[in-house]
């Protein structure tokens, strides 16, 4: 025993102290765990919450193809990668479907620092609802600006179908002069596209006959996915069908990203379908797909939005970003992202619609690039704009190589209520950049009021100081087809040492007919 002490005590001394101290670190912590563990579901765990809860930072989780119905919290900085064969050789992301059922959220993420990052990859998030849930108290402090243009509407005596019958009448009528664009082909694209945005909120209309209870939780945040006070990296993953809030405001019905490191968020490749940020009348809807605040840096990039709402109940509610909205996040960086038919606000006598496909708000230093924001819709009834993008209270922002393409700020128009901005409109802004934009067939009012006026069918600026628009291309965009329009192809409000120049204005309408109008291409 003696000699293999003695041997023993010798190998040691030449393999050193370092050894020694390898040994003892092995026998402290499981081996698996040393340089971050591989945990697989269900093989090593039935649930992925059970996977979750046997993690520690720096652990990846791998989850089989299938069907789990679970609400998870994550608290550390793991790794979730989703759609795994059975041997987890190979990844078909999306194939892991976690369904919230309507319990909860899908995903809570909550850490200790904002520069833990928590990465989500290769999932479908479906039946989140984060109603009653709430969300951290700063940030309900942080994102409660109005604009500072909502008027309440006057209360509209025609229905509907009285509206729906009304606009026809006005359109056939242009077609029959030879006044409408695209002539009948046009009108009938026209006319389904209006018929299936009131089909499609009519059940919401419906139910915002009654107020929603006044003493229910204020604003609650991220049905599909909550992160706060952590870097989120959301990737490959489709988010889908999930609501931030039934009865009262609601921020991200997809997703919410709060209080994160500068540069930690990165939401790429992922799909936004059917999310809704708020279902209560007389409620506020912010970011239907995604609403990220506080979160500088963060890059959103290479995802699809599509059919996602603020907001879906009408009755004086406010919605506004029905794709994404950014606030308070500044040199954000949003590109190469497909954001078609989102609506900012679907419901009927609402306050007001804003961004329908996104808003930026309070983003300074933000990137908005090579993006294709086609047939989004600011609101169907009431006043707003914005059919395509909104930025709001910023500076700096480039705007660039973006496609704006039959984008609505506004259907049915409330009389004395605002509108403008068909497919972009810029608010209380300066030193912006808008450089080799195509803003094409863009329509700031479909049905203009009795009482009021439109302004930008392609873009609506108002209360800019700096801003240049050079080299873009503005072709067959309309204020108003009915009413009273300004600025067909752009209208430029209150534009203190402002330039526009070396753009194209082409085939734009202040107005066709039934109505006044002044400045096709341009209203200054």
């Known amino acids: 025993v003696m000699k293999r002490t003695a041997h023993l005590i010798v190998a040691v001394g030449t393999v050193g102290l370092l050894a020694v101290l390898l040994i003892l670190m092995a026998g402290t912590k499981p081996a698996a765990h040393a340089d971050g563990a591989t945990i697989k579901v269900p093989d090593d765990h039935a649930t992925i919450q059970a996977a979750i809860d046997a993690a520690t930072d720096g652990d990846t989780i791998l989850v089989a193809a299938g069907i789990y119905r679970e609400n998870l919290s994550v608290t550390e900085g793991i790794t979730l990668t989703g759609g795994w064969d059975p041997t987890f050789g190979t990844q078909d992301p999306g194939s892991s479907a976690i369904l919230g059922q309507g319990l909860g959220r899908v995903i809570s993420i909550t850490c200790p620092s904002s520069d833990t990052v928590v990465t989500v990859d290769g999932f479908t998030i479906e039946q989140g609802d984060a109603t009653g849930l709430g969300g951290a108290a700063m940030v309900a402090a942080a994102d409660e600006e109005a604009p500072g243009r909502r008027t309440a509407p006057v209360p509209d005596p025609l229905s509907p179908a009285e509206h729906l019958a009304r606009i026809e009448a006005d359109l056939a009528g242009m077609v029959a002069a030879g006044l409408y664009p695209g002539d009948s082909a046009g009108y009938q694209a026209m006319m389904e596209r209006v018929e299936q945005q009131i089909a499609k909120f009519e059940p919401a209309q419906t139910q915002s006959a009654e107020k929603r209870d006044p003493s229910q939780p204020g604003v609650d945040y991220g049905g599909g996915i909550y992160s706060w006070n952590a870097s989120l990296h959301l990737l490959n993953s489709t988010i889908y069908g999930n609501l931030a809030s039934l009865e009262g405001d609601g921020r991200g019905g997809g997703v919410f990203v709060g209080q994160a490191a500068p540069g930690g968020t990165v939401i790429r490749g992922n799909t936004f379908r059917e999310n809704i940020a708020s279902a209560a009348p007389t409620a506020t809807g912010l970011g239907g797909g995604l609403y990220a605040t506080q979160a500088r840096g963060l890059v959103v990039e290479d995802n699809?939005?599509?059919?996602?709402?603020?907001?879906?109940?009408?009755?004086?509610?406010?919605?506004?970003?029905?794709?994404?909205?950014?606030?308070?996040?500044p040199a954000a960086i949003v590109r190469d992202n497909r954001i078609v038919h989102n609506t900012a606000n679907g419901g009927w006598e609402s306050l007001d619609g804003l961004g329908g496909g996104a808003v930026l708000r309070r983003a300074d230093g933000a990137t908005v690039a090579r993006n294709l924001f086609h047939e989004n819709l600011g609101i169907l009834h009431g006043q707003g704009g914005g059919g395509g993008l909104a930025v709001l209270g910023s500076e700096e922002v480039v705007l660039a190589d973006n496609e704006v393409i039959g984008n609505w700020g506004l259907i049915f128009q409330m009389d004395r209520a605002g509108a403008g901005g068909g497919g972009i409109a810029l608010y209380s802004t300066a030193h912006i950049t808008a450089t080799d934009n195509v803003i094409r067939d863009n329509t700031a009012t479909v049905s203009g009021a009795h009482v009021g006026f439109t302004t930008g069918g392609g873009l609506?600026?108002?209360?800019?100081?700096?801003?240049?628009?050079?080299?873009?291309?503005?072709?067959?965009?309309?204020?108003?087809?009915?009413?009273?329009?300004?600025?067909?192809?752009?209208?430029?409000?209150?534009?203190?040492?402002?330039?526009?120049?070396?753009?194209?204005?082409?085939?734009?309408?202040?107005?066709?007919?039934?109505?006044?109008?002044?400045?096709?291409?341009?209203?200054?």
């Open 304 to 329: 699809v939005f599509q059919e996602n709402a603020g907001t879906s109940a009408g009755l004086l509610s406010v919605g506004e970003g029905g794709g994404l909205f950014l606030d308070a996040s």
């Open 460 to 524: 609506d600026g108002q209360q800019w100081y700096k801003v240049r628009i050079t080299g873009n291309t503005f072709t067959g965009n309309v204020a108003c087809p009915t009413g009273a329009g300004r600025g067909g192809g752009a209208s430029l409000w209150a534009a203190q040492a402002s330039e526009v120049t070396g753009n194209t204005f082409a085939g734009n309408a202040a107005n066709l007919a039934g109505g006044s109008g002044a400045g096709g291409g341009l209203f200054l």
